[in-house]
């Protein structure tokens, strides 16, 4: 599924707009805005810089007396953003209000009452649809440049639980068969049914003809909480899981055949289902009564199977309880888990680090950054099999590495200088200790070599007991002509 990323993308042959059905307004240019987003991320070789600007337009559904709803992809490392009339003559700075980057939502106003009151002038927030069912028709809007209305039509062709923005956070997904068209400010679009807001267009795929929609249930959820009061987001249970059909696996986990559940592969450190005393090895048989099956899927009262996530995430609120069904070595127990939100900032390897400057040091040539999964990712569309493969273990497996540390910290590259002479090929290795110290974070390596002032450094990485040394004398030298040749600070660590 490609990700709308301009305009350009959306070239599939659409059709024209389509007259409003009977009860519906003949116009919703009343209930949108568009949105002007400036965003600038940070470099990920040379963390002390951010990468070029870049641009994106959309349109935002009025939700509330001047508030509009987007995706949260419009103001991830935003720098400037503009709310625009619908008819293109009316601007005001906007700021975010709230912001979910798991389901990919945010809640924006105007950045000050003077320029709401004009651009917000004869306009009506709209109301929130009921829940489509499959096989019902949706409206997905665009909005030319001119002011012409676009309503394609699309067909709920299917619904689960999918991530459409950050992997591993799934959230309820339609799938809806639509052949958009080329229009302005179309990176993300409101989605209607019968002139209400049924949910907000994550990304498209031309060759498909299929659009993945943020649902109706998690937008209603997200708006009532964001307009409430301080967000606090989604809750999490903190597991990672595994299907259980191979019947070789299910002998070795004791499940009988009529039994379903999924087998809990990690439980991550602090979180909702280790406080509980979910252990990894568990079977995870039930949520609150809803029998998983082998796959990972429950039968919902009206969307019928769904991915088990949904009891957790779309169903419940942090501090609410629920009740959790395991199968421990062949025996039946329950257990009761508190939900709460897992903030990126606790995770080993976070999945974003959205509008936050990335930690590093520079030290004699030597580049140490804390590894996040937009690193991996810079290794390209295929970074799963391309990134370093223990690099990706810790993604893959923080439990084997959550007890020795916070966050990864490792060697993301080497300037060649005097005092990385036969040093210069050497990247992407695990740091695990500075001068004998254990390096849990970056604030812990800049610490351990400050510790050998005047001394030589020793760096020992995972990889093969491997270590590395550093005259001290040199490399302070060096990073004094660093600073002169235009790095900015040599260290950052919040």
Known sequence: MRRLLHTSLLLCIGHAATAAEPGVPASLKPSIVRLNSTMQSWNSGQPWEKAAPASRRALAAIVAPQQVLTTSEMVADATNLELESADGTRFAPAKVIAVDYEANLALLGPASPEDAAKLFENTQALAIADPPSIGQALDIYQLEDNGVELRTNGTLQSIDVAANFLPGHNFLTYLVKASM??????????????????????????KDQLCEVVATDIVARFIKAATAGPYVGFPSLGVAVARTEDPSFRQWLKLPDDQGGIYISSV???????????????????????????????????????????????????????????????????????????????????????????????????????????????????????????????????????????????????????????????????????????????????????????????????????????????????????????????????
């Open 181 to 206: 068209q080329s229009a302005a400010s179309s990176f993300t679009v409101p989605v209607f049914q019968h002139g209400k807001l049924a949910g907000v267009l994550a990304s498209y795929n031309s």
């Open 268 to 494: 991550r450190k602090r979180g909702a289902a280790a406080t509980a005393g979910v252990k990894k090895g568990d079977v995870l048989l039930a949520i609150d009564g809803h029998a998983i099956d082998r796959r990972g899927y429950y039968q919902h009262a009206n969307y019928g199977s769904l991915g088990w996530g949904h009891l957790v995430r779309g169903e419940h609120a942090i501090g609410d309880i629920i009740t959790l069904s395991l199968m421990r070595d062949g025996k039946l127990l329950d257990v009761k888990a508190t939900l709460i939100r897992e903030e990126e900032s606790s995770k080993l390897v976070p999945n974003h680090t959205f509008d936050k400057a990335p930690n590093y040091l520079v030290k004699g040539g030597f580049i140490f950054q804390e590894l996040t999964l937009p690193m991996l990712q810079a290794f390209g569309d295929e970074w799963k099999s391309r990134a370093p493969l223990k690099l990706l273990d810790v993604y893959e497996n923080p439990e084997k590495y959550q007890e020795r540390a916070e966050r990864i910290v490792f060697l993301s590259g080497v300037i060649p200088t005097p005092a990385t002479v036969g040093y210069d090929t050497l990247r992407n290795l695990v740091v695990r200790k500075v001068n004998g110290k254990e390096i849990r974070d970056m604030k812990s390596l800049i610490a351990a070599f400050k510790s050998n002032l005047n001394a030589l450094h020793s760096i020992e990485f995972d990889e093969e007991n491997f270590t590395v040394y550093l005259d001290e004398s040199v490399s302070s030298t060096v990073d004094s002509q660093l600073l002169k040749r235009g790095i900015p600070q040599l260290s950052r660590a919040q």
